[in-house]
């Protein structure tokens, strides 16, 4: 599975932005899919993941309440919706993909890995 994320920017504190990831391969919908930030000097983090089999989501407790992750198999895509941004929510954004069912919130529990999209969130 290749992925291909998309959607970063300049964004003030309050905006909404998505992020999209496109993946390819026949096996994308048996992928569960996850978003992970990284901001500078910090480790990468988990944001949120999508379950392929049943769409049951997983989110960091800093974005929940103001992110939503979905899937669109028919476009091989995931979205990050982001809500109420805020200037710590500032990172390169990843997307990844993981041919297990179960969510693992440490990067190395995640197979692919797309290149990331930085977002940038203004005060």
């Known amino acids: 599975v290749q992925l291909q994320a998309s959607g970063g920017g300049l964004v003030q504190a309050g905006d909404s932005r998505r992020l999209s990831c496109a993946g390819s391969g026949r096996t994308f919908r048996r992928h569960t899919m996850g978003w992970f930030r990284q901001a500078p000097g910090k480790e990468r983090e988990f944001v949120a993941a999508?379950?392929?089999?049943?769409?049951?989501?997983d989110y960091a407790d800093s974005v929940k309440g103001r992110f939503t992750i979905s899937r669109d198999n028919s476009k091989n895509t995931v979205y990050l919706q982001m809500n109420s941004l805020k200037p710590e929510d500032t990172a390169v954004y990843y997307c990844?993909?993981?041919?297990?069912?179960?969510?693992?919130?440490?990067?190395?529990?995640?197979?692919?890995w797309g290149q990331g999209t930085l977002v940038t969130v203004s005060s």
């Open positions: 999508i379950r392929w089999l049943d769409s049951i989501t």
């Open positions: 990844a993909a993981n041919p297990r069912l179960q969510i693992g919130r440490k990067p190395n529990d995640w197979q692919y």
